[in-house]
């Protein structure tokens, strides 16, 4: 099979492989959704990521609710990867074969009583997709630089061009560089820098609740609030529970001890390429981090800079997440209390960084993504 290549198709219609390329720095789904617009239109381009090829160490993985941008997702995509869009749904056999959907029902953790549910909605107009195979189907005839950390950028005199600088010393030149390098952005970073020596730096965002701001050295601000998170494989019969409120996904909170958790179904026995008997959920588990005195966990007065709020070893993890869901009602509370020993509990960082209302690019460089407009949980 050849490998694939970044030039322009010979059936596109609008050739420009003589132009400098578009640079994008980050293969996550804005930059690999950019970069297959750009090949469907001929449209010249380079794009780069930090990460080792085929690397799923990011996170415990998650799934995606495509609904209002779907429309403009099949409108981006060449023809034959919106039909392919059914291999990244988490349970295609659901929607496909059984015509399921999800109602995004919120419960009361407490009693276990629903609360509020969506106006059901087909598959033309929502979806959720596995975020690991998305990716891996938006990658599709991409040649993605691999192993490639962006630390700087420099536009030339007449900013008709612009160069990245990776951390092994390499560099890159194009015409226009867009950053779809996550809520951590380097360029974002540098392009501050840029602007906050032509101008002062914004003021920070009101305090959330009475808390104060921790504001990050990269101008992100932590969210008050504590996460933990792991995955876990279920038999059908273990995922019936779950799955009988919801296919899909389902959230809910705890007034007793002002608790949140969502559940995701990540996979579904006979989902390609593994064809696995078993359901991949994710479990998320999140409270305020001024309870962590009640909660026992150390702090100032409960805010404080993750993860030192969270227990230092897995299994003082995986006993606190089963600590929140004891007071939790049934099938909520046997779900956390029947995790396997051993199960690996992550704890999240939340940051938030509200774009200042005046932001604007700046010459070549622009911002997409998680890098513009940071994606909290």
């Known amino acids: 099979m050849a490998e694939p290549t970044n030039t322009p198709a010979p059936s596109s219609p609008r050739p420009d492989a003589a132009a400098a390329p578009i640079l994008i720095v980050g293969a996550g789904v804005s930059g690999l959704l950019l970069a297959q617009h750009l090949r469907r239109e001929g449209v010249a381009f380079a794009i780069f990521d930090r990460d080792e090829p085929g690397d799923k160490t990011r996170g415990v993985g998650w799934g995606l609710t495509l609904h209002w941008s779907l429309p403009q997702l099949r409108a981006l995509l060449p023809d034959d990867l919106v039909r392919r869009l059914p291999e990244a749904y988490v349970d295609r056999a659901a929607v496909v074969d059984e015509g399921r959907y999800s109602a995004f029902p919120f419960y009361d953790l407490s009693t276990g009583g629903l609360k509020a549910a969506t106006p059901g909605a087909p598959e033309s107009k929502r979806i ?20 490639k950390t962006a630390t700087r950028f420099e536009t030339s005199d007449d900013t008709s061009s612009v160069t990245v600088h990776f951390d092994d010393g390499t560099s890159h030149s194009g015409r226009f560089l867009v950053a779809c390098d996550g809520g951590n952005s380097r360029i974002r970073t540098a392009l501050l820098e840029q602007k906050a020596r032509q101008q002062p730096p914004p ?84 409270w305020a981090l001024r309870d962590n005195d009640k909660l026992g966990l150390s702090g100032d007065g409960g805010h404080v800079k993750a993860p030192h709020v969270y227990p230092v070893t897995n299994e003082s993890r995986l006993a606190l997440v089963r600590s929140l869901g004891a007071v939790w009602a049934d099938p909520f509370a046997s779900l956390v209390r029947s995790v396997p020993d051993g199960t690996e509990v992550r704890a999240l960082e939340l940051y938030d960084w509200p774009p200042p209302t005046d932001f604007r690019g700046e010459g070549p460089v622009a911002l997409a993504g998680d890098a513009f407009h940071q994606m909290c949980m």
């Open 128 to 147: 959720r997709v596995s975020r690991e195979r998305f990716r891996a189907l938006l990658a599709t005839g991409i040649d993605v630089q691999w192993r």
């Open 203 to 286: 003021a920070p965002p009101p305090p959330v609740n009475g808390d104060s701001n921790d504001n990050h050295e990269d101008g992100r601000f932590l969210i008050p609030v504590g996460v933990m998170g792991f995955r876990v494989n279920c038999t059908p019969a273990q995922a019936q529970a779950m799955r009988d409120l919801d296919p899909f996904f389902l959230q809910g909170t705890a007034s007793a001890n002002n608790t949140y958790m969502y559940f995701s179904v990540l996979d579904s026995p006979g989902s390609p390429p593994e064809n696995t008997d078993r359901y991949a959920c994710q479990v998320v588990v999140s």
